[in-house]
């Protein structure tokens, strides 16, 4: 967790808040942008540090890296791991190997999502992106208004 710059669905930047550091990935294009913003994420954590360079690969690569360092030791935490591979046992220490770095990311990603699209919702909600369409009393409605109709009507 550390401080990243948050956007609304529009691109408005919001500020600053503290959220998962991938987020910081997910708020840009997917491309170029998305690497600046995790760059700049990455320099606040480590302290103002000057990132001088990146780059970005895809999922598949992981298990490529994870490999060629002898694996990744961690701790599996949540219990629903198990279903993607029967090593993953809630409190138990592992060395990953091959796919499994891979499986734990794709885990990570999937339940990151979630809080992604709150956090989305969240954004629009207090956007500051104003139309011109009005309520019954006249006052202008903001998109996010219209969203959270949406929301609760289902």
């Known amino acids: 967790m550390t401080e990243i710059t948050l956007f609304d669905y529009f691109g408005n930047e919001l500020g600053k808040d503290v959220q998962h550091l991938t987020l910081a990935f997910a708020y840009g294009d997917g491309r170029e942008q998305s690497c600046e913003l995790m760059a700049e994420a990455v320099s606040d954590l480590l302290f103002g540090l000057k990132i001088d360079g990146y780059f970005a690969v895809n999922l598949r690569t992981i298990a490529v890296f994870n490999d060629e360092i002898g694996g990744v030791e961690v701790v ?60 019954p009393h006249g006052f202008r409605k903001r998109a996010g208004d219209r969203a959270l109709r949406r929301i609760l009507s289902g």
């Open 76 to 135: 599996i935490k949540d219990r629903g791991l198990a279903v993607r591979d029967p090593a993953f046992q809630q409190g138990e220490g592992i060395v990953l190997k091959g796919e499994q770095a891979e499986h734990i990311e794709q885990y990570a990603i999937t339940n990151m999502a979630k809080d992604q699209y709150m956090d989305m919702g969240l954004a629009i909600l207090n956007s500051p992106q104003v139309f011109e369409e009005r309520d």
